[in-house]
């Protein structure tokens, strides 16, 4: 260690770097979205609540195999119907219901739909879930899943820039307050 | 005053009222301004859900504690526990007997006669003041001692090591001060300090800072706040106190920080005087009155104290005392053989 540097350390140089970044920090603009009055409005890569639709399924039992905690429970049986005058067999969703309270929005059953456009998608922008009884409001059959209030149609594929914070306005990519220069 | 009831019963009366409730209202606002404060440094918002805008929180958090129970643990020390708080407390409102916060006079022509706003000028006020806020640590010990708890214990232990380390710089700190203004007068400070025409916080630079760093390690505050360390000892000292009991701690220790704030102000930073209160060509400065004077910078030190706890992390305890013994206390001392010499030299105060 030279002298000069030495010297330096006697004085509170770092005190003083310490006490500019608190005071830096303190005439920041506030990062608290104040909740139940301001709503923060999520972006449209956000994994909110479901949403379903019967008409794409093709009942493959894909998105409950991808399932990590196994919380998709499908029952179906099959139909003949007349397709051009010949017999064909066709599968029939009679349940399609998900236990949402374990949930924890993975998206691996989206990613595993192999429909065009998928037939399951969180992609919703909802996050207000919370609910009283939690076996009755929070156990989805697949009438509610097409239903529920706030549902919104699929909104397509969403490109990786429009990132997945609430009201994050650069999408994921702005600077953290610490690398802000 | 010619009538003496007056003069030593009503207007003393009236004074000690008006400074106590004062100063409990500004300790309760301090600490919602600690708690707002550290949020802005935090990029948070704070308290701001009682109406309006989080400004009577103070007075919520107040009834909260005036109606919570009061709990004794069961092996306590019953009557020392109680006294505990009050032994804090008493020394803190104390103090401001002698804390002068504007000169003599008569309240913008309220008043027929000039009346002096602060109670009493003793002519050893700086001893009374060193001497009462001391005894303040008494609470601290012996609350944590009748609680009976291990961590109310260290919590204790660590306070009075830590008064003990720091009260010693501190005090030459202080003694620079007296050599500069030849009196152990409060109010007599003050006015050297206006002979002067500096505040003595430009020749005592050194001791200003020791002063303060002192005041921050006796008021048991961050970077100092050993005593009440929650990552070790849960709450410290008042583990174990809750309702009012817990109150009186609280408003101790912010009582405390004015007291320090408001010492530090009257002995480095000129009291209610502007700054270079010689100098004419600041005269147009003097339309703020002294007390506003007084209580801006009283104010800056409490934003400082909350500064520092926003910003610094808390001292290991061998770092505390080595800081204590091995640092402030020569670096006092040697200040103190400098500013002799120099008064010695380019004269004091005649």
């Known amino acids: 260690m030279s002298l000069g540097s030495y010297l330096a350390s006697l004085l509170p140089i770092d005190l003083a770097q310490g006490l500019g970044v608190t005071g830096r920090f303190f005439f920041m603009r506030k990062a608290t979205i104040q909740y139940p009055d301001v709503k923060p409005v999520p972006k449209p890569r956000f994994r909110g609540m479901f949403g379903f639709n019967e008409e794409r399924c093709i009942v493959c039992h894909n998105c409950a195999k991808a399932c990590p905690i196994a919380i998709i429970h499908i029952r179906d049986h099959f139909e003949e119907i007349e397709v051009d005058g010949k017999k064909k067999k066709k599968k029939v969703l009679d349940r399609f219901d998900i236990d949402v309270k374990r949930c924890m929005f993975c998206g691996l059953c989206e990613e595993a739909c192999p429909t065009e456009p998928v037939a399951i998608w969180l992609t919703t922008m909802s996050y207000e879930m919370a609910a009283y009884e939690r076996n009755e409001r929070l156990y989805y059959d697949k009438e509610r899943l097409q239903n529920w209030d706030g549902v919104q149609p699929y909104p397509g594929v969403v490109s990786p820039e429009a990132g997945q914070l609430p009201n994050d306005p650069t999408g994921g990519k702005a600077a953290k307050p610490e690398e802000r220069r | ?350």
Request: proline letters at 7%.
């Open chain 2, 1 to 350: 005053m010619a009538n003496p009831w007056i003069a030593y019963l009503v207007v003393p009366f009236v004074k000690i009222v008006v400074i106590l409730l004062v100063l409990i209202l500004v300790a309760a606002y301090l600490s919602f301004f600690e708690r707002k404060i550290l949020a802005y440094m935090q990029i948070r918002v704070g308290p701001n859900r009682v109406w309006p805008r989080g400004w009577l929180q103070p007075i919520a958090d107040a009834l909260k504690l005036f109606v919570k129970e009061i709990v004794i643990p069961a092996r306590a020390e019953r009557l020392v526990y109680l006294l505990g708080p009050v032994i804090m407390i008493i020394p803190a409102l104390v103090v401001f007997s002698v804390i002068p916060f504007a000169p003599e006079g008569t309240f913008f022509g309220l008043l027929k006669q000039p009346i002096a706003p602060y109670l009493t000028d003793v002519n050893i006020g700086i001893l009374f003041l060193l001497g009462v806020s001391s005894v303040g640590v008494y609470g601290v010990i012996l609350g944590g001692w009748a609680s009976n708890n291990k961590f109310s214990l260290m919590g204790g232990l660590r306070s009075a090591a830590q008064l003990v380390s720091y009260e010693v710089p501190m005090g030459f700190s202080v003694v620079a001060v007296l050599l500069m203004a030849n009196s152990l007068s409060l109010v007599k400070i003050v006015e050297a300090q206006k002979n002067a025409g500096v505040w003595y916080f430009l020749p005592g630079f050194v001791a200003a800072f020791i002063y303060f760093a002192c005041g921050v390690a006796e008021t048991n505050r961050n970077p100092f706040d050993l005593p009440e360390a929650e990552s070790e000892l849960v709450a410290g000292f008042h583990t174990e106190y809750s309702g009012m009991n817990f109150a009186f701690y609280f408003l101790a220790e912010y009582a405390n920080m004015v007291v320090i704030s408001a010492v530090t102000t009257v002995l480095f930073f000129g009291g209610w005087l502007r700054p270079f209160p010689n100098v004419a060509a600041l005269a147009f400065l003097d339309v703020i009155p002294p007390f506003v004077w007084f209580a801006l910078k009283v104010g800056f030190f409490l934003y400082c104290y909350i500064w520092f706890r926003g910003t610094f992390p808390r001292y290991r305890f061998d770092q505390l005392m080595a800081l204590g013994w091995k640092v402030f206390l020569p670096v006092s001392l040697v200040n103190l053989l400098v500013i002799g010499l120099g008064v010695l030299l380019i004269g004091g105060p005649r």
